[in-house]
């Protein structure tokens, strides 16, 4: 992949100005060789994409299958990008009640904390229930960087993959997890009993994301149970 620097970002900044600024018409300066821009090519390691292919995918509003289109996810800007009916590739719109199914995931929009803040994000659910420990597919663009001397290699810039877990309990934004045996039993402290037992029974590692899901869907299993009495 390749992007061309400064000259795109001018762009972006110039117009930018001008709408704020009201400026309609040219202010002198029109060519990039006035404005001292030059305009370098360089090859982007990675993608913004999870996969760049468009692959069949279905959309589900307020729980009802509404259409299937060719989509993809863009993880570096979190948005769906589905081919719409004229062939134009477009943003779905990120809310809570639209779903996408999407190469045997589900992209679903859920609040999350991210340094203090919260925010609406796509997540892939990895199981159902009060508890649920969810995926963020997520990338950052890192920018090249140039050797200070000869004895370093210069690093292209990248779209570097950062996707992480997180864990949302009932109606609570979703918190980034590392997980461990220690993270995750401060989340099911209501039957902590119960899931040392089922630790040590099952002899789980909770660093293994399966381990991790199967205790925590035995603990919605109980916490269900006992909410029904």
Same mark, same amino acid.
Do not use: C
């Given at each position: ?7 795109? =970002? !001018? ?7 001008? %709408?704020v600024?009201?400026?309609? $018409?040219?202010?002198g @300066?029109t ?8 305009y370098?090519?360089v090859?982007?390691?990675?993608s913004?994409?999870?996969d760049?292919?468009?692959k069949?995918?279905v ?9 299937e ?10 948005v769906?990008e ?5 062939g134009?590739?477009?943003s779905?719109?990120?809310?809570r ?23 609406l994000? =796509? !997540?892939?659910?990895?199981n159902?229930?009060?508890? %649920?420990?969810?995926?963020?597919? $997520?990338?950052?663009? @890192? ?11 210069y ?14 309990n009932?109606n609570?934004?979703?918190e ?6 220690r ?7 209501r ?8 630790i ?22 109980r ?7």
């Amino acid at each position: 992949m390749r992007a061309i620097f400064f000259g795109i =970002y !001018f762009l972006s900044i110039s117009g930018a100005l001008a %709408q704020v600024a009201g400026f309609g $018409k040219s202010t002198g @300066v029109t060519t990039d060789s006035q404005l001292g821009v030059s305009y370098n090519e360089v090859e982007i390691q990675g993608s913004p994409y999870m996969d760049e292919l468009y692959k069949k995918g279905v959309t589900i509003v307020y729980g009802k299958k509404a259409r299937e289109a060719l989509m993809r996810y863009d993880a570096y800007n979190d948005v769906i990008e589905i081919i719409d009916e004229n062939g134009q590739a477009r943003s779905m719109l990120r809310q809570r009640n639209i779903v996408a199914e999407l190469d045997g995931k589900s992209y679903v929009v859920m609040e999350y904390m991210d340094e203090g803040k919260t925010k609406l994000g =796509y !997540f892939n659910p990895l199981n159902n229930g009060e508890i %649920q420990l969810l995926w963020k597919p $997520k990338k950052m663009f @890192v920018q090249a960087e140039n050797p200070d001397h000869g004895y370093d290699t210069y690093s292209p810039p990248t779209y570097k993959d950062i996707s992480s877990h997180f864990i949302k309990n009932g109606n609570e934004p979703a918190e980034p997890i590392n997980l461990s045996k220690r993270n995750l039993l401060k989340y099911l402290e209501r039957d902590l009993k119960s899931m040392k037992e089922y630790i040590k029974k099952n002899n789980l590692n909770l660093r293994n994301e399966s381990d991790a899901i199967s205790l925590i869907n035995f603990y919605n299993s109980r916490t269900k149970s006992e909410d029904n009495l």
